[in-house]
C-alpha cells in the first residue's frame, strides 16, 4: 500500500490548520509558503475536505479555513480514508461484503484482512493532536539542571 500525494499533502495541511488554530481563519496561501505545497494543489484539497465537520470556511478580506473541531477529533486513519478512498490493502478486499469470487477458499484472504485491520487499528490511533505533541516532544532538546 502506498499512501498518494494527496493523502500526504492533505495531512500536512490539516497539520498547519491545527498548529495555527489559535490565529483564526489560515489563508491557502499562509498554508502553501510554510508546507511548500502549490496553492492549487491546496484548492484541489479544499474542495475534497469542504464537509462541514472537517473545515471551516470564511470568505473575504480576512478569509480563510479553520479546523471545524478540535486537533484531538480528527484521526490520521480518518483524513487518509478520505483522500485515499480507503485503506484496503488489497483490491479484493475493497468491496463490502467481500465480493471476490474466491473468498470463499482463498488461502491468503486472511492475511489481507489481518493487515487491513493493523493498519486501520493503528492509523485511527493518531490524532492530529498526537502528532503535533509527538513532534514537539521530539524537538524540545532543552537540557535543565
Same mark, same amino acid.
Given at each position: 500500500?502506498?499512501?498518494?500525494?494527496?493523502?500526504?499533502?492533505?495531512?500536512?495541511?490539516?497539520?498547519?490548520? $491545527?498548529?495555527?488554530? &489559535? +490565529?483564526?481563519?489560515?489563508?491557502?496561501?499562509?498554508?502553501?509558503?510554510? /508546507?511548500?505545497?502549490?496553492?492549487?494543489?491546496?484548492? /484541489?484539497?479544499?474542495?475534497?475536505?469542504?464537509? *462541514?465537520?472537517?473545515?471551516?470556511?470564511?470568505?473575504? &478580506?480576512?478569509?480563510?479555513?479553520?479546523? $471545524?473541531?478540535?486537533?484531538?477529533?480528527?484521526?490520521?486513519?480518518?483524513?487518509?480514508?478520505?483522500? =485515499?478512498?480507503?485503506?484496503?490493502?488489497?483490491?479484493?478486499? =475493497?468491496?463490502? *461484503?467481500? /465480493?471476490? =469470487?474466491?473468498?470463499?477458499?482463498?488461502?491468503?484472504?486472511?492475511?489481507? /484482512?489481518?493487515?487491513? =485491520?493493523?493498519? &486501520?487499528?493503528?492509523?485511527?490511533?493518531?490524532?492530529?493532536?498526537?502528532?503535533?505533541?509527538?513532534?514537539?516532544? $521530539?524537538?524540545?532538546? +532543552?537540557?535543565?539542571?
Amino acid at each position: 500500500m502506498k499512501i498518494s500525494t494527496k493523502g500526504r499533502y492533505t495531512l500536512r495541511m490539516l497539520l498547519d490548520l $491545527a498548529e495555527h488554530k &489559535n +490565529e483564526g481563519f489560515i489563508s491557502l496561501k499562509d498554508i502553501s509558503e510554510r /508546507q511548500n505545497i502549490s496553492k492549487k494543489y491546496l484548492e /484541489q484539497l479544499v474542495t475534497l475536505l469542504s464537509r *462541514p465537520e472537517i473545515l471551516r470556511t470564511n470568505r473575504g &478580506n480576512k478569509g480563510g479555513y479553520m479546523l $471545524a473541531k478540535e486537533p484531538s477529533h480528527y484521526t490520521v486513519g480518518q483524513i487518509l480514508k478520505i483522500t =485515499e478512498g480507503g485503506l484496503t490493502p488489497v483490491s479484493c478486499m =475493497e468491496d463490502e *461484503p467481500n /465480493q471476490c =469470487e474466491r473468498r470463499g477458499y482463498c488461502k491468503t484472504l486472511p492475511i489481507w /484482512q489481518g493487515l487491513e =485491520e493493523v493498519i &486501520n487499528n493503528y492509523l485511527d490511533s493518531i490524532t492530529l493532536e498526537d502528532v503535533l505533541e509527538n513532534f514537539k516532544d $521530539a524537538n524540545n532538546s +532543552e537540557y535543565y539542571i
